[in-house]
Every structure is written in structure tokens, then in C-alpha cells.
């Protein structure tokens, strides 16, 4: 996934931060996580010979103390500029049961990108008592559609949407947001995929509604698996 302005500035916000790093050698990664208020919260390592914590778990710390809620973007770096890091196991893990929406910056050849903690992380433990605050993205010309009630339906590839209450969050710089619920989650084959169950009126809507995806998706397949999601407001909006 490209970046976006509001993830770039969690990047750059953790690359400048490592930057100043390299005098202490106990301090050599630096992290940056945003907030669904597009507040910026940054840490570094704390290493120790008995495992001091990582720069983005004391990033997730400065975030709870700062009463931010559920985090949109997380990024690391290193000193010495190295640049984007990616996060070891045991921080993708606790981000999967903190902030499972989390969208991760990993390097990539062209420059930082970003991923999703299923791909980061396939078929990872579950621990069923964290219940964290769950995250459905929007792109934000979307708003108005969301908070008026004229879309109810989103489809989605490789993109998990867990039923229940969710924050629906747009994709804006700061963000803005609804609370939500998703009401069901529905698997289906693309090419095979029917317009009453994507929630659109006609054949035509459905191809639109399929270029729309592949154009959000450039590797999806005809014959992917995406997910119809049923979601509705609840309340007024929270931000």
C-alpha cells in the first residue's frame, strides 16, 4: 500500500527522531504511532541484556498515556540511517491482540510501504481476551455517503473487518470519524459475486463496482475471495 500524507508524517515523524539517536547505545530505534486524531506519539528502545522493550511497544505506552485510543499507522527506524525497520515477532504480536487494524511502514524498494498484520503476520495466535477497539478504513470521499446512511456496504480484500462496534475512520489528514457497527461479514468469490450481495443495484454497478477494486487492489485476481461488509452509524459523529 502507498502512503498516504497522514502516514507519510508517522514515517517521517519516526526517521527524524532515530536521527537524533546514536550517542547511547541502550537507544538505537525510534518509532512513531498516530491516533485516530492524527496526534503523533513517539518512543525509542530501551534496550537491556534482560529484554528491554522495543521502540514501538514504548511508543504504544506514550499513546495510552496520552489517552489516544486506538493507533491508524505505526513506523519504526533506525539509528545511523538505516531508515524503515520492520518490527520483530514479538511486536507484531502484541499489535495483532492491541491494534489489530494497525497499518504497519515496512522498507521496500521503492521506499517505505505500508501492511497489514495478517500479512505481517499469518495465522497468529489469537488471544481472545484482549477484545482491542476495531478500525474500519474509508477513503474520505466516502463521509458524507457513511454519515447520512447512503452506504451501508463495503467490499474488501485481504482486509480483515471484524462484526461489532468499530470506529469508521476516513482517510484524511486529521482523520475524521463515525462510530460504527458492522453488522455481518460475508465471503464471496469476485467473478462470482452477484449485485444484491454487494449491495449494488445492477450488473453495471457491479463492474464498476469490480474495476473499483481491482483499481484499489492491482493484484486482485478474478477468482479472489474478497469480503461484503454490512456496517451502519451509531450516534453522532466522535471526531
Wanted: aromatic content about 4%.
Amino acid at each position: 500500500m502507498d502512503l498516504l500524507e497522514p502516514e507519510r508524517r508517522v514515517v517521517d515523524a519516526a526517521v527524524a527522531l532515530a536521527g537524533r539517536l546514536g550517542a547511547d547505545l541502550n537507544h538505537t530505534v525510534a518509532a512513531a504511532v498516530m491516533d485516530t486524531r492524527g496526534r503523533i506519539h513517539t518512543g525509542v528502545n530501551v534496550y537491556h541484556f534482560t529484554g528491554g522493550p522495543c521502540a514501538e511497544l514504548v511508543a504504544l505506552g506514550v499513546a495510552a498515556a496520552a489517552d489516544a485510543g486506538p493507533l491508524l499507522t505505526i513506523a519504526a527506524a533506525g539509528d545511523g540511517g538505516r531508515g524503515v525497520i520492520e518490527p520483530c515477532g514479538r511486536c507484531r504480536q502484541v499489535l495483532v491482540e492491541l491494534h489489530p487494524d494497525i497499518l504497519v511502514a515496512v522498507p521496500a524498494a521503492n521506499g517505505p510501504e505500508l501492511r497489514t498484520l495478517r500479512a505481517l503476520l499469518p495465522q497468529t495466535y489469537n488471544h481472545r481476551d484482549a477484545r482491542p477497539a476495531r478500525l474500519v478504513r474509508f477513503n474520505k470521499r466516502y463521509y458524507d455517503d457513511v454519515a447520512t446512511g447512503r452506504k451501508t456496504v463495503t467490499v474488501r480484500h485481504d482486509d480483515p473487518v471484524a462484526v461489532g462496534p468499530a470506529l469508521l475512520v476516513f482517510e484524511d489528514d486529521p482523520p475524521r470519524t463515525l462510530a460504527g457497527e458492522v453488522h455481518s461479514v460475508a465471503s464471496h468469490r469476485l467473478d462470482l459475486l452477484r449485485p444484491e450481495e454487494a449491495g449494488v443495484d445492477s450488473p453495471e454497478s457491479l463492474e464498476r463496482l469490480r474495476e473499483g477494486l481491482r483499481g484499489h487492489y492491482p493484484d486482485l485476481a478474478p477468482t479472489a475471495t474478497v469480503e461484503v461488509v454490512r456496517f451502519g452509524v451509531r450516534g453522532d459523529p466522535v471526531g
